[in-house]
């Protein structure tokens, strides 16, 4: 039995290597953020609860040592069932290592999909940015129409009035002008405004 300990103890040396380069790639790879603080096995096979390899594996290694023990004191029932378990336990290790890039593949296609899905966002409300900005200013464009309308109306006006309503329409095409000169800077500041959003 003790060949068979020892069999064991250099396996899960080889596991125990691999398990460890595996977990650092995939600390590093962003689709393991998607399955991170997930366990990787059962609790029906382990007790450890983990997202990386190397724990379990050192599970194992503390399992065996106790099958070690059993032994030693000759409880073959529980050292058997304890190997049962040892072997199962591994055999469940060397296929996740084996097939941890399948492991990640099904996250790596959700974060490809949370992605887009982001862009398609951003690029949405640059949309939609750019479309309350073009209604703005086509708004803006029309007000500015309307007072140039209005100040066109009051200079004729003014030119057949009286003095003293022409004193008054004077003071009106003053005001209109200047609220001309704010609608002219609001047009000009969403003209920039919009060539910003062209830029994304």
Do not use: W
């Amino acid at each position: 039995m003790n060949t068979a300990i020892d069999k064991i103890h250099n396996i899960l040396e080889q596991l125990s290597l691999q398990a460890q380069q595996i977990d650092q790639q995939n600390k590093q790879a962003k689709s393991h953020k998607v399955i991170q603080e997930n366990d990787i096995f059962s609790e029906a096979l382990f007790l450890t609860h983990s997202d990386l390899f190397h724990p379990y594996v050192l599970e194992v290694k503390k399992q065996t040592h106790e099958l070690s023990r059993l032994l030693a004191a000759k409880k073959n029932n529980l050292a058997h069932s304890r190997l049962l378990q040892i072997e199962q336990q591994i055999s469940a290790l060397r296929n996740a290592l084996n097939s941890n890039s399948e492991l990640h593949k099904e996250p790596e296609q959700r974060l490809v999909a949370m992605k887009a899905r982001r862009y398609k966002k951003a690029a949405q409300a640059v949309m939609q940015s750019s479309h309350n900005l073009h209604n703005k200013l086509n708004e803006t464009f029309e007000f500015e129409r309307r007072l140039i309308e209005m100040i066109e109306a009051r200079e004729l006006q003014r030119q057949k009035a009286t003095a003293k309503v022409s004193q008054q329409l004077s003071e009106e095409v003053l005001a209109l002008h200047q609220r001309l000169g704010r609608c002219r800077q609001a047009i000009s500041k969403l003209e920039r405004e919009i060539a910003q959003t062209n830029k994304f």
